[in-house]
T-cell receptor, first 110, second 111 residues
C-alpha cells in the first residue's frame, strides 16, 4: 500500500464549480499535513497546511480526519488559473521527510 | 526576498558519468531537503540536512550522496548515472521541519 494515496484524475470541471480532492495516508504516526500545488514543469508550491480543526483560505478549505487517516481539499468557485496538479503531502518525524502523493490533476474549463 | 535557488536548471549527461547539483536555501533557513521527481509521480525524498548534518535519508542507492556547507547551501551528488536517474531534482528549504519551500529544480537527462 502506498504511504499517501490520491486519485490521479484528471478532474475536468467548468469554471465556477466546486471540486473536492481526497487523500489517505497509511502511517498513523504522521504529524503534519499539507496541500501543495504544482503547475506543469514547475516546482511544487505550498498551498496550505492542514489542521485537525479544519482551515480555510479564501476559496480553499482543507480538512483532516486523523481517525480515518484522511485529508481533503475543497475548492469553491473554480477559476481557470486553478488548473494544476494538487499534491497531498504528509510529514513524518522519523526520517524528517515529506511524503508526497502522486497528485490529482485539475482542469478548469470555460 | 530571494527564494530557493538551484543550479544548473538543465543538464544532460551520459550513463556512467557523475553529476553535482547545487542549492541555496532561503536566507535564514537552516534545513535543506532533496527530492527526485519522475514524470507522472510526486517528488520522492532523497535526503534532509539540518545544521550541516544528515537528518534523514530516503530509499536511494549509495550512488546518491549530499552535503551541506556552513552557509547552509547544499550539493547533491550522483555517481555512475543510470538512464533511470533522469528526473527533476528538487531542493526544498525550511526554517523548521515540516513546511518546506521548493526551488525551481534541475532537470537531469541521462542518455
Amino acid at each position: 500500500r502506498k504511504e499517501v494515496e490520491q486519485d490521479p484524475g484528471p478532474f475536468n470541471v467548468p469554471e465556477g464549480a466546486t471540486v473536492a480532492f481526497n487523500c489517505t495516508y497509511s502511517n498513523s504516526a504522521s504529524q503534519s499535513f499539507f496541500w501543495y500545488r504544482q503547475d506543469c514543469r514547475k516546482e511544487p508550491k505550498l498551498l496550505m497546511s492542514v489542521y485537525s480543526s479544519g482551515n480555510e483560505d479564501g476559496r480553499f478549505t482543507a480538512q483532516l480526519n486523523r481517525a480515518s487517516q484522511y485529508i481533503s481539499l475543497l475548492i469553491r468557485d473554480s477559476k481557470l488559473s486553478d488548473s494544476a496538479t494538487y499534491l497531498c503531502v504528509v510529514f513524518t518525524g522519523g526520517g524528517n521527510k515529506l511524503t508526497f502523493g502522486t497528485g490529482t490533476q485539475l482542469k478548469v474549463e470555460l | 526576498d530571494a527564494g530557493v535557488t538551484q543550479s544548473p536548471t538543465h543538464l544532460i549527461k551520459t550513463r556512467g558519468q557523475h553529476v553535482t547539483l547545487r542549492c541555496s536555501p532561503i536566507s535564514g533557513h537552516k534545513s535543506v531537503s532533496w527530492y527526485q521527481q519522475v514524470l507522472g509521480q510526486g517528488p520522492q525524498f532523497i535526503f534532509q540536512y539540518y545544521e550541516k548534518e544528515e537528518r534523514g535519508r530516503g530509499n536511494f542507492p549509495d550512488r546518491f550522496s549530499a552535503r551541506q556547507f556552513p552557509n547552509y547551501s547544499s550539493e547533491l551528488n550522483v555517481n555512475a548515472l543510470l538512464l533511470g536517474d533522469s528526473a527533476l531534482y528538487l531542493c526544498a528549504s525550511s526554517s523548521f521541519v515540516g513546511e518546506q519551500y521548493f526551488g525551481p529544480g534541475t532537470r537531469l537527462t541521462v542518455t
